[in-house]
């Protein structure tokens, strides 16, 4: 059983910036690809970024320029720097590892973005 615990939310100003971390507990980790979705209050789970066991990305349009995924093979951990944000960047963000026949979430972390 894998674990993955998210950390880094907050609430920031317009433009600022976070970066989410998101540990896993087991080394399984390092084959699978990482990714962040994200949930608005009343919209659906939405895919924001994601990263292979090789180190492709991708993001979508609305975060392109904006967001940087990265993993840490050593730490188990992946991350995603947040930088010019955006009011319409707020959601419950979560970190999630697939593997070929299984995946795994973690609990949510909550990003705020208001003046």
């Known amino acids: 059983q894998v674990q993955l615990v998210e950390s880094g939310g907050g609430l920031v100003q317009p433009g600022g910036s976070l970066r989410l971390s998101c540990a896993a507990s087991?080394?399984?980790?390092?084959?699978?690809?990482m990714a962040w979705y994200r949930q608005a209050p009343g919209k659906e789970r939405e895919l924001v970024s994601t990263?292979?066991?090789?180190?492709?990305?991708n993001y979508v349009d609305s975060v392109k320029g904006r967001f940087t995924i990265s993993r840490d093979g050593a730490k188990n951990t992946a991350y995603l720097q947040m930088n010019s944000l955006k009011p319409e960047d707020t959601a419950v963000y979560y970190c999630?590892?697939?593997?070929?026949?299984?995946?795994?979430w973690g609990q949510g972390t909550q990003v705020t973005v208001s003046s």
């Open positions: 999630n590892l697939k593997l070929t026949r299984i995946e795994y």
């Open positions: 087991g080394s399984i980790f390092r084959l699978g690809t």
């Open positions: 990263i292979t066991s090789g180190g492709n990305t």
